[in-house]
């Protein structure tokens, strides 16, 4: 399996994101997988300026002549699984994400076709074909308590799934992941979920699907909610207190 993940946190590395994904990717890579990580953050990715250029003058090829012509989409061509890994920012994945996959258009052709009753952009022809189904899997963080926080974000990434004929591999989400540095840091007993991200990859790797049971580790509650509201507020305040006495 031949996997590029993409995180689209500005805290790259640092973020809770980075805690849920690089265990996710490390399972994947126990099995045999080669795993390509990018951060938007060091990618210069212009945004799409709905000029169709990349349609019709120059069939495949944008203006921009950027990091997504340069690195992104070459490693596309290569590859059998998409992990858009994101922290949700106002109901959805980040501008950076959203920009990345606006200019995911050049791989398309600018005739409309009808398929299953909707309308639909095939794939260029030029394209080199697939020796294994093209999957995406998403890999998401939120700073909210209730797990339907990401229930937005899941239907645009299953949407977008449905427009690149992509097959949908699942979700690892986790909420109320503000409280996991903390929680991580104090000891506090919160391996079983890095352990099960872990998990996650060797299954997807070996299965290509990944257990309810698995996902709902992942995802499972860390603290209540009052618990989580007091503590996020208290340590805002805390920071805002600070600045207002510097």
Not at 110 to 133: A, K, M
Not at 159 to 176: D, V
Not at 186 to 202: N, Q, S, T
């Amino acid at each position: 399996m031949k996997v590029l993940a993409i995180n689209s946190s500005p805290h790259m590395d640092k973020g809770t994101t980075s805690m849920v994904l690089e265990p996710f990717l490390e399972g994947m890579k126990q099995e045999g997988a080669s795993v390509e990580l990018l951060y938007t953050r060091k990618l210069k990715i212009n945004p799409c300026e709905g000029c169709y250029t990349c349609w019709v003058k120059t069939p495949g090829v944008c203006i921009h002549h950027d990091d997504m012509q340069e690195i992104v989409l070459p490693l596309f061509e290569n590859i059998d699984t998409w992990v858009i890994a994101t922290p949700v920012y106002v109901d959805g994945m980040t501008g950076p994400m959203k920009n990345l996959i606006d200019r995911l258009i050049s791989t398309g052709q600018p005739f409309i076709e009808l398929e299953d009753d909707h309308c639909r952009h095939d794939p260029r022809e030029d394209l080199p074909e697939r020796e294994n189904p093209f999957r995406i899997v998403l890999v998401s963080t939120c700073g909210f308590w209730e797990l339907d926080n990401f229930s937005p974000l899941v239907t645009h990434v299953k949407a977008i799934c449905k427009n690149m004929s992509a097959e949908f591999a699942g979700t690892l989400l986790r909420p109320h992941a503000g409280a996991m540095p903390a929680m991580k840091k104090m000891g506090m007993g919160i391996d079983d979920i890095f352990d099960a991200a872990r998990e996650a990859g060797r299954q997807l790797v070996k299965a290509g699907r990944v257990e309810k049971s698995v996902l709902d580790k992942i995802s499972r509650e860390l603290l209540p909610r009052d618990a989580y509201i007091e503590a996020a507020n208290t340590q805002f305040r805390m920071a805002r207190d600070q600045y207002s006495q510097d």
